[in-house]
């Protein structure tokens, strides 16, 4: 119970135990039947008594407890769980459900400035707001403090959905502005438990929070990113600044400006941060993928255009992120885009990306010789490859050898 609340009910029984003892006392001087008057007393006592009780148990009855309801109105943690590990029994491809975890920046700021009264006002109306919101598509819960969270049936854009969310908990006004950072999971693709799906969606929020600090901007945003990644691999950091190392060489070729350059470098280092919500299983199988493995995995360029796009400072390499795997002669995906469609960035990422794999051994094979992977770049130009884009690479590959032979 919270201090507030049991203070309430405390002065309630005041009230009435006052109100008692001064009729009985009223009484007690006009009549000479003390024993009738005690037992008057001591019976409004219990009956208060039993009315502040019986309001307890209503505001406090087990199912309440279970769902951890709270001044907003809005169920709680617990009920949150219980609701995803029936999502994740009944989501499917063709109809997902979004997990959204949302965190109020400036709300601390809020309180210091307008007082806990209006804080709690301020958490109530945008409760109200985000419950509007998820009322025809799924529910809404606060979890803690000035976190909430939504867990929505998707039938749209994912993007539009977690951001009709977030913008149930704006408010601004004279002296303040409090906004939510966010990050998402989508079942059943990321996430197999309850605890992945919230592991997967607080992560996303967390790098957005980093992103948003008055000295972030892009290179902090994307060394945050990059750190993520890391993790999933002891060299996946050195892997992925050694290819940034080889797109901005021949963005260079190509004459790409620096601002661009700059974020095709950002993209190239950040292109597989969307497989930090696959499983490791999956990543580190040590056969070829099944159908439906494969399937699952190339949802990994979208949902790392999603983790970046929540980042304003990342949002164009947000964009070459989503198609660094898509084929000059439409073939690939997500949006089977072909020839210029595709961003430069994108198509120069997905060159220099297949070379290194091509070159890379794999558990289930081995490595192609530098050769043999130049050959296959040159075999596929045209269809897979743009072949601009590998007339540029090759050429930058053909620079660095002679550099290195006559060193």
């Not at 809005?74 to 965190?103: E, I």
């Not at 007339?391 to 290195?404: H, I, T």
Request: proline share 4%; aromatic share 6%; glycine share 8%.
């Amino acid at each position: 119970m919270s201090r507030r609340l049991f203070g309430t009910t405390l002065l309630a029984l005041y009230v009435v135990t006052a109100l008692s003892l001064g009729a009985t006392g009223y009484g007690l001087s006009t009549s000479h039947n003390t024993t009738q008057l005690l037992q008057t007393i001591v019976a409004l006592i219990a009956a208060s008594c039993a009315l502040t009780g019986a309001e307890l148990l209503r505001r406090y009855s087990p199912q309440r407890l279970l769902e951890g309801e709270d001044m907003t109105g809005l169920p709680g943690r617990s009920r949150l769980l219980a609701d995803l590990n029936q999502a994740l029994g009944s989501a499917t491809s063709d109809s997902p459900t979004l997990l959204v975890l949302l965190d109020l920046i400036g709300f601390k700021e809020y309180n210091d400035t307008f007082g806990y009264p209006a804080g709690d006002a301020l958490l109530k109306r945008l409760a109200g707001k985000l419950s509007r919101v998820a009322a025809t598509r799924g529910s809404a819960y606060r979890l803690d403090g000035d976190e909430f969270a939504a867990l929505l049936m998707v039938d749209g854009d994912v993007g539009q959905l977690a951001d009709r969310a977030a913008a149930a908990l704006v408010e601004e006004g004279d002296g303040f502005a409090v906004a939510p950072c966010y990050g998402t999971a989508l079942l059943p693709f990321e996430g197999k438990t309850a605890s992945d799906a919230l592991r997967v969606a607080n992560e996303r929020m967390y790098a957005l929070k980093y992103s948003l600090r008055p000295s972030a901007g892009a290179l902090q945003s994307n060394e945050v990113l990059m750190e993520a990644l890391a993790k999933r691999g002891p060299d996946c950091g050195d892997h992925l600044h050694g290819l940034a190392e080889i797109v901005e060489a021949v963005a260079a070729k190509l004459g790409v400006g620096f601002e661009e350059l700059e974020q095709i470098r950002m993209a190239a280092e950040l292109h597989d941060v969307g497989k930090t919500a696959l499983p490791t299983t999956i990543l580190q199988k040590s056969f070829p993928l099944d159908r439906e493995e494969r399937k699952f995995v190339e949802r990994h360029s979208m949902i790392g255009e999603r983790i970046l796009h929540a980042a304003p400072a990342l949002h164009k390499v947000a964009r070459i992120i989503r198609w660094t795997h898509e084929s000059y002669d439409g073939s690939g995906y997500p949006d089977h885009l072909s020839g210029t469609d595709i961003p430069l960035g994108a198509r120069i990422i997905g060159v220099c990306d297949a070379f290194d794999a091509m070159i890379s051994k794999r558990p289930y094979r081995k490595a192609m010789s530098v050769d043999d992977a130049r050959t296959e770049l040159r075999r596929h130009a045209g269809s897979q490859f743009d072949p601009l884009v590998v007339d540029a690479f090759c050429a930058v590959m053909q620079e660095r050898e002679s550099f290195f032979l006559a060193a």
